[in-house]
Nanobody, 126 residues
Framework: QVQLVESGGGLVQAGGSLRLSCTAS????????IGWFRQSPGKEREFVTA????????YYADSVKGRFTISRDNAKNTVYLQMNSLKPEDTAVYYC???????????????????WGQGTQVTVSS
């Protein structure tokens, strides 16, 4: 298990950009694969992107490919989600999640992750 805290959410206009951060406690952060998920009212939790513990592997959902970029700085125990060209349909609570166990790649199911942050709200106005 690892403690995760998201930050950086807010209100932006369509076409704008936002950078989210996921910061972890502890000294074993580099062995955790980290994923980003989002959930909006009336919709199921949706996979957004994931990154391997080393940062060498990334994967993106088709809905955000080319617009979002995931990266990490293990020295700072932080994973970043850079979101560009935001659309109103990107509005959601964004969660980061982590786990040391990789059963398959990419980990598109929420059940792949045992540790979750509390989420940060992203609202994109039209």
């Amino acid at each position: 298990q690892v403690q995760l805290v998201e930050s950086g959410g807010g209100l932006v206009q369509a076409g704008g950009s936002l950078r989210l951060s996921c910061t972890a406690s502890g000294r074993t952060f580099s062995i955790y694969d980290i994923g980003w998920f989002r959930q909006s009212p009336g919709k199921e939790r949706e996979f957004v992107t994931a990154i391997t513990g080393s940062g060498g592997g990334t994967y993106y959902a088709d809905s955000v490919k080319g617009r979002f970029t995931i990266s990490r700085d293990n020295a700072k125990n932080t994973v970043y989600l850079q979101m560009n060209s935001l659309k109103p349909e990107d509005t959601a609570v964004y969660y980061c999640a982590g786990d040391t166990i990789r059963r398959y790649w990419p980990p598109r199911s929420a059940t792949s992750f045992g540790s979750w942050g509390q989420g940060t709200q992203v609202t994109v106005s039209s």
